[in-house]
């Protein structure tokens, strides 16, 4: 015989102690009447309680769990970006032969509102990223993968990061290329479909790193004035802003 669960248990002490009350309450008033009448009532306010619990203080509850797990998240896309994120997206956004037709789009500004990200994030889903692989040095990308690769093993560890989908292809197409560099004993005279390949793989995290780097920009001008302004004096993509250590 299975045992009961204390669920259960507890349900069924809890009943008995509010019918032995019950009892209690006839026992001294005689009044079934207006026992059945509060009892009734209080029933009928249950559906109520429900709600307020189960709708309106669990969404509630809820959203500030969702806050507190996505200020975490941020906090590891900032360290993503400090670390190697924008040292990478500076060095191959130098490698796209097309960097001048969305360069201005990416200059942004404390005028930016919401509209202005998600309209620019909007109109680079349809930009075709590309680099010149003949461009790419190859062994500095390599490098400054693997001089990093401690930090992002532990950024990708990080439960957190489940939450977001889109920074986790990020880190995982960063790996894959990481791993496509390291596999092979030379980086020099490689044939044209090794290239092909690595020029794909360099694609993919360039396209992701952009996206990724818009929307982390919308979120400290958002939240954390003081490091936006850092941010926009580090911008690769304005001439203006102080340039980007991207030595390996």
């Not at 060095?91 to 001048?100: A, F, M, Q």
């Not at 994030?121 to 990308?141: A, N, P, T």
């Amino acid at each position: 015989m299975e045992r009961v669960s204390w669920q259960i248990r507890i349900s069924l002490v809890l009943i008995g102690l509010s019918a032995v009350f019950y009892w209690i309450q006839y026992e001294i008033f005689r009044d079934a009447h207006h026992i059945f009448l509060f009892l009734l009532g209080d029933i009928a306010f249950v559906f109520i309680e429900v709600m307020l619990v189960t709708v309106i203080i669990h969404e509630l509850m809820d959203q500030r769990d969702k806050n507190a797990r996505l200020q975490k998240l941020n906090i590891i896309i900032g360290a993503f970006f400090d670390e190697v994120g924008t040292k990478l997206l500076a060095y191959l956004s130098d490698c796209d032969p097309k960097l001048n037709s969305i360069k201005d789009e990416l200059v942004v500004t404390n005028a930016w509102t919401e509209k202005d990200f998600k309209a620019t994030s909007e109109r680079l889903k349809k930009y075709d990223y590309d680099v010149q692989i003949g461009k790419v040095d190859l062994e500095h990308v390599r490098d400054l993968l693997s001089n990093e690769r401690d930090i992002l093993l532990r950024l990708l560890e990080n439960p957190n990061i489940l939450e977001h989908a889109k920074f986790t292809e990020l880190l995982q197409a960063i790996f894959h290329l990481n791993s496509e560099l390291i596999a092979r004993d030379t980086l020099h005279m490689m044939t044209e479909v090794d290239l092909e390949h690595l020029a794909g793989d360099i694609k993919r995290v360039y396209g992701y790193i952009v996206d990724q780097w818009l929307a982390y920009m919308l979120y400290l001008k958002n939240n954390y004035p003081y490091l936006f302004s850092l941010a926009m004096r580090q911008n690769p993509f304005d001439q203006n802003a102080s340039p980007v250590v991207v030595e390996a």
